[in-house]
C-alpha cells in the first residue's frame, strides 16, 4: 500500500498508480493529524481500491500547548467553532458508498463573495499544465467589502509568465472548474513556500521552510478595492 498524507491527492494520481502498478497496491490517502497522534479517515486494504473507512478518534488529543497557561490558544484551535466538539481543519464529503473525500483544509477555504472554492480544485487544474511547476492561490478581502483572489505561480525552468499562458490557465479554470475558480490576477513567483512538513503555506507562517520566500509576496500591490 501506498500512504499519501498532508494534502489532497488529485484523482489523476489514483488513475496513474492503478495504471502503473496495478490493483495489488492500492494509493491511500489518508486524513488525521501528528496533534492527535491518529487517523480520522483511511484506506482499508481488504476493500477495492478507494473505499474509505472512518475511525472512531483515538485518547490521545493534546490537552495543552506550549505558551498557553489558560489553554485559550488550545480552545480556539480546535473548539471555538464547535464548542464541545473537536475541529480537525479538513473539509469532506461522506459519499453514498460510504468512502469519504477529502478535500483539503477548511481554514484554508476560499470564500469569494459569500461561494466556497477549494484551492485544491484550483491546483488539480493549473498544476496539470507542462508549463506549471507549481501553485498558490489566496484570497484577501478588501476595505470595500470587495474580494481579491490571487493566483501564484511557480513555471518550469526559464519560462516567464505572459499575456498568453495567462489566458490558459484562466480557461482552462473556466472549463475544468468554472468562471468562479478564474483568479483576479496571475503573478509569477520564483517559488512557492512550504511548511517543514513539505505542505503549501496557506495560513501559517510560523513553520516556512525558507523564510526568505515570503520576501517576493510582501511586494506584492493588493488593490484596496474592488475591481
Do not use: C
Request: hydrophobic share 40%.
Amino acid at each position: 500500500m501506498i500512504g499519501a498524507t498532508g494534502s489532497p491527492v488529485p484523482p489523476a494520481a489514483f488513475h496513474w498508480i492503478r495504471a502503473q502498478l496495478g490493483d495489488r497496491v492500492p494509493l491511500v490517502s489518508m486524513s488525521g493529524g501528528t496533534d492527535i497522534v491518529s487517523a480520522l479517515a483511511t484506506g482499508s486494504p481488504t476493500k477495492p481500491i478507494g473505499e474509505l473507512v472512518v475511525t472512531k478518534p483515538m485518547p490521545t488529543m493534546p490537552v495543552q500547548l506550549w505558551n498557553d497557561p489558560d489553554g485559550s490558544r488550545y480552545r480556539a484551535a480546535y473548539f471555538d467553532v464547535y464548542p464541545g466538539v473537536w475541529r480537525h481543519g479538513d473539509w469532506a464529503t461522506i459519499t453514498e458508498r460510504g468512502s469519504v473525500v477529502i478535500h483539503g483544509r477548511s481554514d484554508a477555504t476560499l470564500n469569494r463573495n459569500g461561494v466556497r472554492l477549494g484551492s485544491a480544485d484550483i491546483y488539480e487544474v493549473v498544476e496539470k499544465l507542462p508549463e506549471v511547476a507549481e501553485a498558490l492561490v489566496v484570497g484577501i478581502d478588501l476595505p470595500d467589502g470587495g474580494y481579491w483572489m490571487a493566483l501564484f505561480v511557480a513555471l518550469e525552468g526559464d519560462r516567464v509568465l505572459d499575456d498568453d499562458l495567462r489566458d490558459l490557465i484562466s480557461d482552462e479554470l473556466r472549463v475544468h472548474a468554472s468562471r468562479r475558480h478564474v483568479p483576479d490576477a496571475i503573478l509569477q513567483v520564483a517559488a512557492i513556500p512550504h511548511t517543514r512538513t513539505g505542505k503549501k503555506l496557506e495560513v501559517s507562517r510560523d513553520a516556512i521552510d525558507d523564510p526568505a520566500l515570503l520576501e517576493q509576496f510582501e511586494k506584492i500591490d493588493v488593490p484596496h478595492t474592488s475591481a
